[in-house]
Nanobody
Framework: QVQLVESGGGLVQAGGSLRLSCAASGRTFSINFIHWFRQAPGEEREFVAAISRSGGSTYYSDSVKGRFPISRDYAKNTVYLQMNSLKPEDTAVYYC???????????????WGKGTLVTVSS
């Protein structure tokens, strides 16, 4: 099993920044990709970004490309999502998810964290 714990959410004004963290523990050797998804009230869960085990491959949705760089710290088994130039439409619960392969769909993702709430005020 793999355990994922998100942190770093909160309330921020539009134009501000937050850094989300996803700490992984357990059988982390079984996963190659860490993903970030988000879900706004009344909306479906949508893909945000993903990073490979090596960090050499990263993927982004069009809505966050150039604003939300994803990175990882191997020593800490942690993946970060640096959220810059935040907009009210970025308001959502942000989840990290782990999987052996990259997916832009939340369906059949192997492991999920419980999420962290990000609220962007206008």
């Amino acid at each position: 099993q793999v355990q994922l714990v998100e942190s770093g959410g909160g309330l921020v004004q539009a134009g501000g920044s937050l850094r989300l963290s996803c700490a992984a523990s357990g059988r982390t050797f079984s996963i190659n990709f860490i993903h970030w998804f988000r879900q706004a009230p009344g909306e479906e869960r949508e893909f945000v970004a993903a990073i490979s085990r090596s960090g050499g491959s990263t993927y982004y949705s069009d809505s966050v490309k150039g604003r939300f760089p994803i990175s990882r710290d191997y020593a800490k088994n942690t993946v970060y999502l640096q959220m810059n130039s935040l907009k009210p439409e970025d308001t959502a619960v942000y989840y990290c998810a782990a999987n052996p392969t990259y997916r832009s769909s939340s369906i059949d993702m192997n492991y999920w964290g419980k999420g962290t709430l990000v609220t962007v005020s206008s």
